[in-house]
């Protein structure tokens, strides 16, 4: 069956670094992926997606990478702030939308 | 507009009793998901909608839960009867897509349910 996996439970970064947060995928390849943030006490929202036949995706401080041959999609916050201190969540875009365990992300000032 | 809504947003209830929770879509979202989330880990699917047919139940447990999407719109989870392990937050989500990942999905706030 399709599995997803975020290995780091956990980072922690100082602030103005780069984020970097892992998403691997065994067996199927899915078509897209997506990201999402979820703060303490509230549902996840979602941040990006990326289709298979692209390699890189851009929104203002965050880019995605989507790997198909390693099997691995990179997320990565540029000049992290405290205020992105959160669980980033990644997914597998297929029929369901399954989610991994999360990064939990915290920058320190 | 306005976005996924959910009731109530706490309940507390003694294990074998049971209780619902309730969904209101975005408005004319026609995929609508139920997610199990256990503190620390992700959101697990229990069950996706496309309109008010079912398209994956494959990890619900259906001799205890149940859920329904009615006329496609408004749908309700049920746990009858209640276990400790059953102790999670409730999520639901909605998409306008055709439930295959190619567009976002829209959560809602949650239920808190702890079972004693």
């Known amino acids: 069956s399709q599995k997803i996996e975020q290995n780091s439970e956990a980072l922690n970064i100082q602030e103005g670094k780069t984020a970097t947060l892992t998403c691997n995928y065994t067996?199927?390849?899915?078509?897209?992926l997506q990201w999402y943030r979820q703060d303490p006490g509230r549902g996840p929202v979602f941040l990006l997606l990326?289709?298979?036949?692209?390699k890189e995706k851009r929104k203002e401080r965050l880019k995605v990478t989507f790997d198909t041959t390693l099997k691995q999609s990179l997320f990565h916050i540029t000049a992290s702030q405290p205020a992105d201190s959160a669980t980033y969540l990644c997914?597998?875009?297929?029929?369901?939308?399954?989610f991994g365990k999360g990064t939990r992300l915290s920058v320190i000032a | 507009e306005a976005g996924v809504a959910q009731s109530p947003r706490y309940k507390i209830i003694e294990k074998r009793q049971s209780v619902a929770f309730w969904c209101n879509p975005i408005?004319?979202?026609?995929?609508l998901y139920w997610y199990q989330q256990i503190l620390g880990q992700g959101p697990k699917l229990l069950i996706q909608?496309?309109?008010?047919?079912?398209?994956?139940d494959s990890q619900l447990p259906k001799d205890r839960f149940s859920a329904e999407r009615l006329k496609g719109v408004d749908s309700t989870l049920k746990i009858q009867p209640a276990k400790l392990e059953d102790s999670a937050v409730y999520l639901c989500?909605?998409?306008?897509?055709?439930?295959?990942?190619?567009?976002?999905?829209?959560f809602g706030q949650g239920t808190r349910l702890t079972v004693v």
């Open positions: 989500a909605s998409s306008p897509g055709q439930g295959v990942g190619d567009t976002e999905a829209f």
């Open positions: 909608f496309q309109n008010n047919g079912v398209v994956d």
């Open positions: 997914a597998w875009g297929n029929t369901p939308l399954v």
């Open positions: 990326i289709r298979e036949n692209e």
């Open positions: 408005s004319g979202h026609a995929t």
């Open positions: 067996n199927y390849s899915p078509a897209y």
